[in-house]
């Protein structure tokens, strides 16, 4: 057996850790391929918004090991290192423990630059096809997450692209905008980035919503997610996701410094639908108009998975199943097709509201080394 994990994001990094320290694998049988450095990604996104401290807890990380980050923390002596009563790991120090685990377990050696355009399986064998080579493996792990599907609203298709651009889009440094659109986390980390240079509008669709976490902890454990495993309608299942899901909140402590930047005079916050955008005005349903130089969209992922030309190719060529939701239907020990395995939001059906976020990499990974256990070990 020799595995490729295809995206070395947050989830990629925990999945190899764990592959590797159950022995499912050698380091010489795995290959992850990340076109840049491993979870840059996510550290482009979170610097480019000054994000400080994460919203998960403090045991939500890349190590298998839940007190892994704490012990780190101890040792390199961080100061502040949580934050709150969730105990919210600061982001920098996050940063370094992934790099630290890294380091430790040579995945560096394991690296491939490349980035996977296309998936193809004959005689037992995946091929992948990079952008600058070919690469062939016995199993496959799709990690990519969803961050590189952009959710870009209809009401900018007649605004020139140069006069937006979404937080995602990590290439571009967030400096220039005048107006952030979206109502949660990210906004709100953008928004305080960019009021510390000038005023900023933030437009909303609703009242600041408030939760602390992403989804309950209940969705963690078999609390909630015994009804859900046992809820069979993929329909049902997608709307539990949509329910728990907090999705355009954030918590208390990040509405209150937008409530003082608002005070402040820094924050400008309107909530209302917006009809239509132009080069210059943005129209809100009831008539409101506001100028802009540059809009900011921190309007989370698309839920197209077709959007990616990766997971395009793959659904069609081998007419994987998907629920009507568009998102995969998978084993319960995530595998979407023969020895393709799956996580994040690919395998959402499966392991419930939290399957997006950090906790889901490690969740994703037991169930994946779970069932690579059964399959022999061979070098590459
Ligand atoms: C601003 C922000 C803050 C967040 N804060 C939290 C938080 O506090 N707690 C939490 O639990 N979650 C948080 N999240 C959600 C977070 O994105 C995920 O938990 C985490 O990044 C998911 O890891 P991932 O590996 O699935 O995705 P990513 O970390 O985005 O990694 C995916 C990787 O796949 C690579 N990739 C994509 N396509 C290909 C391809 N075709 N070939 C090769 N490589 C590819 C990308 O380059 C990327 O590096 C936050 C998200 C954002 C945007």
Known sequence: MNIIIIGGGIHGITIALRLLQDHVITKEALQIMEPGPYTQQWQQ????????????????HVHPNPYDLK??????EYTQAFSGYYQRPQLEMFND??????????????????????????????????????YQASHIILATGLNHVHHIPDFLSAVSPARYQHIFDYQQPLNKADVVIGGGITACHAVRKLAADRPVTLIMRHDIRCHELDAEPGWLGPKNMKAFNQTQSYVTRREMIKEARHRGSMPMHLKQS?????????????????????????????????SYHRIALATGCGSDLCQDPLFSQLIQTYQLPTASCGFPVVSHNLEWFDQLYVSGPLAELELGPVSRNIIGGRKAAERIAEALKQAPVSSF
């Open 45 to 60: 996104i979170t610097s480019n918004i000054d994000m400080d401290y994460l919203r998960s807890p403090l045991v939500h």
């Open 71 to 76: 012990k780190f923390a101890k040792t390199n």
């Open 97 to 134: 423990h992934i790099q630290n685990a890294i380091k430790e377990n040579d995945l560096e050696d394991c690296h491939v630059y490349d980035k996977a355009v296309a998936l193809t399986k004959e005689n037992h064998l995946w091929t992948v096809t990079g952008e600058s080579g070919t």
């Open 258 to 290: 937008l409530k003082y930047l608002e005070v402040k005079g820094k924050v400008n916050i309107i909530k209302g639908d917006i009809k239509k955008v132009d080069d210059q005005i943005i129209t809100l349903t009831d008539g409101r108009e506001i």
